[in-house]
């Protein structure tokens, strides 16, 4: 590869990408409590993308079956530690289409369903759901675009 030529656009390197990734998907909650949401992700084509952002960031993959609802708290269990763990921040990997097309599967968590975490209203069923709304550090994200400048 030619030395002009790097595989980070923007200016960014290595370990600046990783910081603005941890940002934007962390927000910088502790690990433990955001989790990668898709439906059966062991199983799917790019699990491989998933378990490097485990690696990178240290967010469980964690399969939309696996949620645990009481109230209007969501929990999942950690795969190493085996504790049931809140979730305060969500990487939606979800397509509400093909959720939507295909139906819930058994007996889950209907995330389609408007949630309200510190005080805002968030549709997660609509492409609407893709901006992160923050008050406070629970939040609901969905892939937020990188900023163009460092």
Known sequence: MPDNYSQ????????????????????????ENVILLELHPHE?????????????????????TELIQEGRKLYYVHALTGKRTEIRRIYN????DELNAAGLPGNCVDIRQIWTWNGYRIPTGSTASANTRSRSSTTLTHRKPFSSAK
Do not use: H, M, N
């Open 44 to 64: 799917q084509k790019t699990r491989i993308d998933f378990y490097c952002t485990q690696d990178y960031l240290g967010i469980q993959p964690v399969c939309l």
């Open 93 to 96: 990997r979800v397509i509400f």
């Open 8 to 31: 980070y656009l923007g200016g960014y390197d290595r370990d600046s990408y990783l910081a603005e990734l941890s940002q934007v998907i962390l927000g910088g909650l502790p690990s």
